[in-house]
């Protein structure tokens, strides 16, 4: 399947169905340009097509100043946007199989670490940026993993309290300092 970074394209009915991709937002800046804001909710929004016509979105998720303010814990979107540190970004479709968004996830695999990087490469990278402070990470600092998951509740019932399933969908490091 082929797909292309298409300005064109509309978002218009695309949404969030638990698709990630996980990069350095710098990772994808270098691969597809600074992208698109809506001065909200997502700093970096990027749009693609397939030869199909059909519309993907790749983009974070309220993880930046621009949706809780400026003084707070959060990155501005400039320092987001630089960060070397591992992000699982959304994907946005309009309920396309997983077929389709297994081959869009590698195309973009490709674009973002190929020809000039190694995933390995990035991978090292991301153990040596603090994703609190975005501060290397030297030998000796004291650190903690910082896992992210989706989870969901199953099988509940008046009877039964249920379980919960959860997928981790990023493992970050941070400076002890930082949490």
Known sequence: MQFKQDLDASAHGTSFHGDYFSCA??????????????GYKCSMEYMFSDELGNAYTLYDWKETSLYYGEGGAWPSAREFAQSAGAYSFHIGHKGLSKECINAFRNWLKEQVYAPNKSVEDTVNRDLQTCTGCMTAINEGDDIVPVGKAHYRKIDDSWRDPGFVEFTIIDVSYRHVACL
């Open 25 to 38: 937002p710098c990772d994808i800046i270098e691969a597809f340009g600074e992208g698109s804001t809506d």
